[in-house]
């Protein structure tokens, strides 16, 4: 996960964040799908974030992956109905964890890589 301005990231940087909180999810889910539609009344839980459909400024490929989990879950519940399987998503806030500590140096770290004319503009 890489904090840091919109403009001091690149597109990899997405793509990574995505892949880690997106892309695994849907995957997992999906080969899944056949299992839980055999099983009524089961059920998928999928973590979010707060920053899901709140979202902080200097973190927007975590933002944008968390609203991707948000309306996934949501397309899901909305498809599952028929087969009884129900679909919650857990929005936890800020936790204390080795990965939250580590924001701050990887804010900095964002700051270092963006171009110089983008450092300029932040100070």
Not at 80 to 99: A, C, D, Q, Y
């Amino acid at each position: 996960i890489i904090p840091g301005m919109c403009d001091w990231l690149s597109l990899q940087n997405y793509e990574d964040t995505f892949r880690i909180n997106f892309f695994a999810l849907v995957n997992l889910t999906n080969k899944l799908i056949p299992l839980l539609k055999n099983c009524p009344g089961s059920r998928v839980v999928n973590i979010s974030s707060i920053e899901g459909f709140i979202s902080a400024p200097g973190n927007a490929p975590y933002n944008a992956s968390k609203y991707a989990v948000e309306a996934f879950s949501n397309t899901l519940r909305a498809e599952m109905r028929w087969f009884n399987v129900h679909v919650s998503v857990v929005e936890p806030g800020i936790i204390k964890t080795k990965l939250a500590a580590g924001v701050a140096d990887g804010f900095y770290h964002s700051y270092t890589q963006a171009d110089v004319s983008v450092q300029a503009e932040y100070g």
